[in-house]
């Protein structure tokens, strides 16, 4: 069965470093990877997503993940953090059911918290 | 154009009520899903609707179900409330049939006393 760990339950950075939350997975075949962030109170917004291709992935709000299909990673990574990204981040994975879909499954998440 | 709106935001019910979540997914979106959000179990998968037809579903008892209409909106309801049932449900709607990219709505947060 598929798994994701994100190994951080809390990150605190201060605003412009750069940031790295840890996603690890596990998953049989070539599985599909997503990052989402939920603020408070709201629901999950996708940041970015991977299948194949060019393992360096771009998504919104400057954010990228990189795929280590070696090190079954996912780890997703902002240069300079701003205070609005102070959010719950969440990594998941998802397998193509028999149902003709793919449905994610998602880590316990990791809180962001950002000093100014 | 709208995103995913799910109604009400807030309830409170009473263990051994049932409970009837709405979602409207975005416009010419027709594949939506379930899950439920607590602080000790996570974001757990309910089920998932395709074109009115449940396409997969989670590990969840019985008194957990839905539907989809025609107009791709969604219902779930929950029967027999617990109080393990407390927590944020949030629908998620797609445009592509394989669900590959799903837009969340805010949520409706139950509490059950």
């Known amino acids: 069965a598929q798994s994701v760990t994100q190994p951080d339950i809390h990150i605190t950075v201060s605003e412009g470093a750069s940031l790295e939350l840890r996603c690890n997975y596990s998953?049989?075949?070539?599985?599909?990877l997503f990052w989402y962030v939920q603020s408070p109170g709201q629901g999950l917004q996708l940041l970015l997503k991977?299948?194949?291709?060019?393992?360096l992935v771009q998504g919104i709000k400057g954010f990228e993940a990189e795929f280590k299909r070696s090190q079954s990673s996912f780890n997703l990574r902002k240069p300079s953090v701003h205070w609005s990204d102070a959010a719950e981040y969440f990594c998941?994975?998802?397998?193509?059911?028999?149902?003709?879909?793919?449905?994610?499954?998602f880590g316990r998440g990791t809180s962001l918290i950002v000093h100014p | 154009k709208a995103g995913v709106t799910q109604t009400p935001r807030y309830l409170i019910k009473t263990r051994g009520q049932q409970v009837t979540l709405s979602c409207s997914p975005i416009?010419?979106?027709?594949?939506v899903s379930w899950y439920q959000q607590t602080p000790g179990q996570g974001l757990q998968f309910l089920f998932e609707?395709?074109?009115?037809?449940?396409?997969n579903k989670g590990n969840f008892p019985g008194r957990f179900s839905g539907r989809q209409f025609s107009n791709s909106r969604s219902e779930m309801n929950v029967s027999t409330l617990e109080l393990g049932d407390s927590a944020l449900y949030l629908c998620a709607s797609s445009l592509v049939s394989k669900n590959t990219e799903a837009f969340f709505g805010q949520g409706t947060r139950l509490t059950v006393v």
């Open positions: 998953y049989g075949a070539t599985p599909y």
């Open positions: 998941a994975v998802a397998e193509l059911t028999s149902g003709g879909s793919y449905i994610p499954t």
């Open positions: 609707y395709f074109s009115e037809t449940q396409r």
């Open positions: 991977y299948f194949s291709g060019d393992t």
């Open positions: 416009s010419g979106h027709r594949s």
